[in-house]
């Protein structure tokens, strides 16, 4: 089974400033990575894939970057609706595996 | 894009089983997988298993070998997800949720989760 492992758990980000969201993959997953956004009491929103690509109606605030085992999601200027938890997902094999998640909170 | 609706909150004794269900409209049923994720309270992600309905093909996390079932209803563009032998491990919420089935990218629609709470 492929390990997910994000980091930071907690980032802490200013509105208005740039979240940086880190991902790892145990092994090589290509570009076959997923990021997810949830926030409490609903269910996760697919925002990038192919590691990327943005979903449909995803805005440009969000871009993906990176292949093989390393992987970054980047929001470049948070908005109060972009607190949220963030997961990493591999579809590269299975089982399907996700991270633990990275909580951005208001610093 | 698919719309998923599940079906409503469970309290299960230790030791019984819930069955889950997942009505999907738009979209067409032979493009997709149903998949299944859980989320115990306060904690992460965990994919379960899947369903190919237009194979009836399924395979699972090898963590819940033998104690789920999932099944596809092709008629009703309805997936179950059934776990048996409940344990207070099992209170999460459940979540089905769709792939491509040609050309996986993500699971690009959630329904909006049953909470299942195993309770003596």
């Known amino acids: 089974e492929i390990v997910m492992t994000q980091s930071p758990v907690t980032l802490s980000v200013s509105p208005g400033e740039r979240a940086t969201l880190s991902c790892r993959a145990s092994?090589?997953?290509?570009?076959?990575l997923a990021w997810y956004q949830q926030k409490p009491g609903q269910a996760p929103r697919l925002l990038i894939y192919?590691?990327?690509t943005r979903a449909t109606g995803i805005p440009a605030s969000f871009s993906g970057s990176g292949s093989g085992t390393d992987f970054t999601l980047t929001i470049s200027s948070l908005q109060s609706e972009d607190f949220a938890v963030y997961y990493c997902?591999?579809?590269?094999?299975?089982?399907?595996?996700f991270g633990q998640g990275t909580k951005v909170e208001i610093k | 894009q698919v719309q998923l609706v599940q079906s409503g909150a469970e309290v299960k004794k230790p030791g019984s089983s819930v069955k889950v269900s997942c009505k999907a409209s738009?979209?067409?049923?032979?493009?997709?997988?149903f998949n299944w994720v859980r989320q115990a309270p306060g904690q992460g992600l965990e994919w379960m298993g899947r369903?190919?309905?237009?194979?009836?093909?399924?395979n699972f996390a090898q963590k819940f070998q033998g104690r789920v079932t999932i099944t596809a209803d092709k008629s009703t563009t309805t997936a179950y997800m059934e776990l048996s032998s409940l344990t207070s491990e099992d209170t999460a919420v459940y979540y089905c949720?769709?792939?491509?089935?040609?050309?996986?990218?993500?699971?690009?629609?959630w329904g909006q989760g049953t909470l299942v709470t195993v309770s003596s």
């Open positions: 949720a769709t792939e491509g089935r040609v050309a996986a990218a993500g699971f690009d629609s």
């Open positions: 738009g979209g067409t049923i032979s493009t997709y997988t």
């Open positions: 369903i190919i309905p237009i194979l009836s093909m399924s």
């Open positions: 092994q090589s997953v290509s570009i076959n």
């Open positions: 192919g590691a990327s």
């Open positions: 997902q591999q579809y590269d094999n299975w089982p399907r595996t």
